[in-house]
């Protein structure tokens, strides 16, 4: 038997070949939903910008050509093989989606943590000149879908080329990546009911990793106040885990790569985002300081001139966008069962706005 209550209750159907043409799912105490397979179809496509070589999944809707497009940014520095739900809930809304899955320099798996966030957005726009060149694409409707770190990076490619022609940012946070840091680490050590005075500890030592990462001196320095921090119980939180593989001083190709994405501000960006723009943000996210981070937002794109832009918070939403009635952690994500009410609906209505489907 199931060791455990039964919470759920999928049932697959099948057509009359055998193979699954959608599912029937169940919850306890809720109503049966039944749900269509999606048709779409899927293609490996590539695309280079300077060394690198980036491999990315397109996926094609069955609603007639041409499509508008949308590129997944992803959320950090390493590629993954999908972004879970969203890239089919946009095909489903009948645009073609390209997910970069891998990027190799020379045949050799290769991250972004050795690059800035304009070689980011250009190498970006690359997979964008890609899909231009499609007839099965709009070269109109080209967007880009940055969330977490990379609604820094779709906001800086918009500004470099004429051809994104709108954005959708998660998360996205209008303070500099040093200030956002800091508070993220803050808000989990309160989170975790750490004391003022190991805040303030593990806040110093943050800030003296950034000074030391964007003088590129004092490295000596630092390995000695790490040293000494290793074992208190507030040191993950600083993420420094990384230091103890690293030759110092850095080469200077390391070194760049460590120092870049901190001296970046978006503000100076996002003051010249004049694309359709729509930006979702957390109310409870401990990543993105979101009271602090949405008027900044909305007034930059008002400095812009963007006539054409949505910024919105969703109740009891964290960084993720699961409901919750606390902010996102290792414990409280397990608990999550649902994205917060209006998360899909808002994305649908706002496309239905803004790109052309054809039927």
Known sequence: GIPFPVELRVTFLKNKQGKVSGLIWKENGSRSITGKKLPYRQEEVSYKYGEATVTAKLL????????????????????????????????????????????????????????????????????????????????????????????????????????????????????????????????????????????????????????????????????????????????????????????IPPDQATAKGLRDPLTYDPLPILQTVTVPVLALNGELDESVPTKQSVPILEGAFRKAGNKDFTVMVLPKAGHNFLETDKPYGAEEFVRKTRYVPGYWDTLAAWLRKHVRVKK
């Open 60 to 247: 094609i809707p069955a609603t007639a050509a041409p499509h508008p497009a949308l590129i997944d940014l992803g959320q950090g520095y390493f590629l993954g093989p999908d972004n879970g739900p969203d890239q089919y809930f946009y095909v489903r809304q009948g645009l073609a989606m390209m997910t970069p899955i891998r990027r190799t320099i020379d045949g050799s798996e290769a991250n972004y943590l050795k690059s800035s966030f304009e070689e980011r957005a250009r190498e970006v726009l690359a997979g964008v000149e890609l899909l231009k060149q499609r007839k099965d694409i709009n070269p109109r409707q080209i967007g880009l879908f940055g969330d977490s770190q990379t609604a820094w990076i779709a906001p800086l490619a918009a500004t470099l080329s004429p051809d994104v022609g709108f954005l959708i940012l998660r998360v996205p946070s209008a303070l500099s990546v040093t200030e956002n840091i800091l508070y993220e680490i803050e808000s989990m050590l309160r989170r975790d009911s750490f004391s003022d005075t190991d805040i303030t500890k593990a806040l110093a030592l943050r800030q003296l990793i950034h000074r030391t990462i964007l003088t590129n001196t004092g490295w000596e320095d630092l390995k000695a106040e790490i040293d000494k921090s290793k074992n208190e119980k507030w040191f993950p939180y600083v993420r420094a885990g990384w230091f103890s593989s690293l030759k």
